[in-house]
Structures are given as C-alpha cells and as structure tokens.
C-alpha cells in the first residue's frame, strides 16, 4: 500500500508512515488549533514532489492563505498558475457545484491533481438549506475523490469541548481518516495545551493516544513520542 506524505513528520509517525493513497481524511478543531495551518502542510508537501495540488479555500482569501504559508517557510505563491489550484469559491457556489457529482468530479479531473484540501466543509454545510442537502453534496464531495483516486484533507469545525465530531456529526462517517486538534486550557494559571488525535485511519494500525504540538514560525510541530500532560 502506497503511502503518502502529510508534510508532517510526527504525524507521519503517528500513522505509521502516512496517509494512505487515495484516502480522505477529516481534520477535526475549534478556531485556532492549525486546522488551516495542517492544510498548507499537506499541501506543500505535495508540490514540493512535483504533484498537482488543488486547495478550495471557502473561508480565508487566497492572499491570506499565501501569506501563512510565507510566515511558516513553506511558501505557496511560486505553485500558483503551475501545479497549485488554489480557488477561492463562495460557500454557495460550492454547494452548487456538489448537488450534481459529475460537476465536481469534472473539475478534479480537469485540473489531474493527486491532492485536494478543502476548507473547510463547514462553511459549505451552514449554505446547504437542509439536512438532506447537506448530506448529498457531502457524499457526492467524499464520492468524487475516491472515485478519482485523489488524497484528500477536508477540513470542518468543530463546538467547543466536543473535539472528536463535527458540527454536523455526518462527515465522520464517510471519510476514511479522521484527526482531531483540540487547544485545551487551564484558566486558573493560563496554561494552554494543544493535542492531535487520530481517531480513525482505514488500513492503518495508527497511534491511538493523544500527542501535544506546538505552532510557531515552522507551522506545526507534533511530538509524536510524547505524552501528554494536563494540569
């Protein structure tokens, strides 16, 4: 089974070597935990082996996401126009593109990426006007790339203090990997602490506990041989 590079050595080792080809994986987290942060990572990674990479970005503007990527080292803006396809799409145009599966898929296909990172599919959820809509664009957005093969991250938020399930509490269900960022703090002496999980990965036996991270001018760093602890 051929694996593929998260752009994240700790997680990578979480894993047991990295995602696997063709997989789609759900970053779980509240505001501020890296999710966006884990997208660029992937992302570059990706490019940096000359694959062809797509990125949807439904919150942040494409000159935000640019402009992170600079601040942590792994700067995007030399791919854009060559191997990255970096859109920027409304949240309704979104929606509208994944009521037909076809439409979606048409357009990986046309652009021949290996990877794709959306963020998130939050933001599509809340335009999507009921239920049953929302849970068909879902389907036929997690239908689409593994019919094309593609590794995907998609990117959703999360409620404070329920790190392990999206808002939805659907897409869980019909991806192959989920991983879970959580900031906890401590309000009587300030102490904040960040964690990763990975709660499910198909085909692989991944490391089951929670491992701390930090972010800072190299994006994330995970410490993947350590344990976590809370005061």
Do not use: C, W
């Amino acid at each position: 089974m051929e694996l593929v590079d998260t752009g994240l050595e700790g997680l990578n080792n979480m894993l047991g070597g990295g995602v696997p080809m063709g997989s789609s994986v759900l970053v779980l987290g509240s505001y501020g935990a890296g999710k966006t942060t884990l997208g660029i990572h992937f992302a570059y990674s990706g490019l940096v082996k000359g694959e062809r990479v797509a990125y949807f970005s439904l919150e942040e503007r494409k000159d935000s996401i640019l402009k992170a990527s600079k601040q942590y080292g792994m700067d995007l803006e030399p791919f854009v126009e060559k191997s990255l396809v970096l859109m920027n799409p409304g949240a309704l145009e979104f929606v509208e593109m994944l009521k037909m599966k076809d439409n979606f898929k048409r357009s990986i296909e046309e652009e021949n990426v290996s990877r794709v990172i959306v963020d998130s599919i939050s933001i599509m959820m809340m335009a999507a006007d009921s239920d049953i809509l929302r849970r068909n664009i879902l389907l036929n957005l997690s239908e689409s790339l593994r019919d094309l093969g593609v590794t995907s991250l998609l990117i959703a938020e999360t409620e404070v203090g329920q790190p392990y399930s999206s808002r939805e509490k659907f897409a869980e269900f019909v991806v192959d990997g989920v991983i879970s960022l959580q900031n906890i703090y401590n309000d009587k002496n300030g102490d904040e602490v960040s964690l990763i999980r990975i709660l499910k990965m198909r085909f692989m036996n991944h490391d089951r506990r929670a491992r701390p991270y930090i972010i800072s001018d190299k994006g994330i760093q995970i410490m993947a041989k350590s344990d976590v602890f809370i005061g």
